[in-house]
């Protein structure tokens, strides 16, 4: 027999479930913004998300009333999808710079370096979201450098710090030209990159390996 709620007791309110098309509009326009992103930057005018997401434009500002609302959804999602393809690396991969190497090539096609400006002054990097999902990513592409190394396959001398400035700088385009017309270089110069990382190194790196805490100095 169910036991009765306290005399007085206020009833706990059930939280209605999302629908499950309601889950998958705010999913298609999360995906849409990212690439938009992407191709055009963050300003893309709203109707042209909510076109490419192929929702009214009713859906979207419903799902995210303000902007830095989507950029921040967009920003959760990359970080989260970086960290699956980390993890996936990791658990597939025998040798551990091939782990390294296919994660780093599955980073270049998130595009991280082109949507970098979306983290601009006024987003916040501290919001207790980002920091959960940033602490995952990090802690996974840890593993993978500490793993390398470990092995003998990844050169001492380089830090996270490296590898992530890498494929930033090596997947934002260069200036006056799109992120289509960049696409074909990326995976090319970032194999180049990766080749100057693994073990034996070939030359002596100047100054001490980068640190992910030294990158969000920086920034």
């Known amino acids: 027999m169910a036991s009765e709620a306290p005399a007085g007791a206020t009833p706990a309110r059930r939280v209605p479930r999302p629908r499950a098309d309601a889950v998958r509009n705010r999913e298609r326009l999360v995906a849409a913004a990212r690439e938009m992103f992407v191709e055009f930057g963050c300003s893309v005018p709203y109707d042209e998300i909510a076109r490419r997401a192929g929702v009214g434009n009713a859906t979207l500002y419903r799902n995210f009333p303000e902007r830095p609302e989507l950029v921040h ?81 990844l050169r001492p001398d380089v830090g996270v710090g490296d590898l992530m400035v890498g494929v930033s700088q090596l997947t ?26 693994e073990a034996p190194a070939r030359s002596e790196l100047p100054g001490a390996a980068a640190t992910l805490g030294d990158l969000r100095r920086d920034g």
């Open 172 to 197: 934002r385009p260069l200036p006056g030209t799109g992120c289509e017309d960049f696409a074909p270089f990326v995976h090319r110069h970032l194999q180049l990159f990766l080749d100057g990382l």
């Open 73 to 153: 959804e967009v920003v959760l999602s990359i970080l989260a999808r970086l960290t699956e393809r980390a993890e996936r690396a990791a658990a597939e991969e025998a040798d551990t710079f091939a782990a390294l190497s296919r994660f780093a090539h599955a980073a270049a096609d998130e595009r991280v370096g082109a949507l970098c400006p979306m983290l601009d002054g006024t987003f916040d990097k501290d919001h207790p979201d980002l920091v959960v999902e940033r602490e995952r990513l990090e802690g996974a592409v840890e593993g993978l450098v500490r793993r390398a190394q470990e092995a003998g396959r």
